[in-house]
């Protein structure tokens, strides 16, 4: 009984089985055994009780662990899915699990529909849409006129709105990501099929058409 106590208090708050979590995401037991290495080193790196707080999440994401922006935020609270404020590690993988390369589309598209979902409505807002727009832009350095921000954001809406009542539903926005693919191309993270100790960003880089800043 010993040896099980000793071998058990080597694990992180709310760790749980790699092939449990390998069954319930598209990661295979090896590569759930990888991200525990990287969820470790996270969640030591500032608070180091074990749990992905928010400083430590940011400090990963963007190498700033102070600095505020709405869409750290919002990835933060998709993480967070028992909302107490810190990622434990099953949360952590299933969630990441949303942008591996094997993950079926609707999955990353109800993520993204999520993500843009700021008042937790059940639509997206047009205002809720430009909020999101502009944080992108701004953690991937793109610098925008307003006239084209509000470009994107009518062209958006004058897709996926389909019945013209100001807001995009989920249907609505499963046919738009449908019909425009490209929209969840950052929902898709290539080298999650080769996990190394380098966190995954979700930073946009320059060369993504300006079209394409929508998830």
């Given at each position: 009984m010993g040896c099980i106590s000793s071998k058990q208090?080597?694990?992180?708050?709310?760790?749980?089985?790699?092939?449990?979590l390998a069954s319930q995401t598209s990661f295979t037991v090896s590569e759930v055994e990888a991200l525990y290495d990287l969820f470790k080193k996270l969640s030591f790196s500032i608070i180091k009780d074990g749990l992905i707080h928010k400083e430590e999440f940011q400090l990963?994401?963007?190498?700033n662990s102070s600095k505020k922006n709405l869409f750290a935020d919002r990835?933060?609270?998709l993480f967070d899915a028992k909302r107490n404020g810190a990622i434990g590690f099953g949360d952590f993988v299933r969630a990441l699990s949303v942008f591996h390369p094997s993950t079926p589309v609707y999955e990353k598209a109800a993520f993204?529909?999520?993500?843009?979902?700021l008042r937790h409505t059940g639509s997206i807002e047009r205002v809720e849409l430009k909020e999101m727009v502009l944080a992108l832009l701004s953690e991937s350095e793109l610098e925008l006129s307003?006239?084209?921000?509000?470009?994107?954001?009518?062209?958006?809406?004058?897709?996926?709105?389909?019945?013209?009542d100001g807001k995009i539903d989920e249907d609505e926005w499963k046919e738009f990501v449908t019909q425009n693919p490209a929209i969840l191309k950052n929902m898709t993270l290539p080298y999650l099929?080769?996990?190394?100790?380098?966190?995954?960003?979700?930073?946009?880089?320059s060369e993504t058409n300006d079209t394409d800043i929508i998830i």
């Open positions: 208090s080597k694990h992180t708050p709310g760790y749980e089985d790699p092939v449990l990963a994401l963007f190498r990835i933060f609270s993204a529909f999520r993500l843009y979902d307003e006239d084209i921000v509000e470009a994107i954001v009518d062209n958006t809406f004058k897709q996926a709105d389909l019945n013209g099929l080769d996990i190394t100790m380098t966190f995954p960003s979700f930073v946009m880089h």
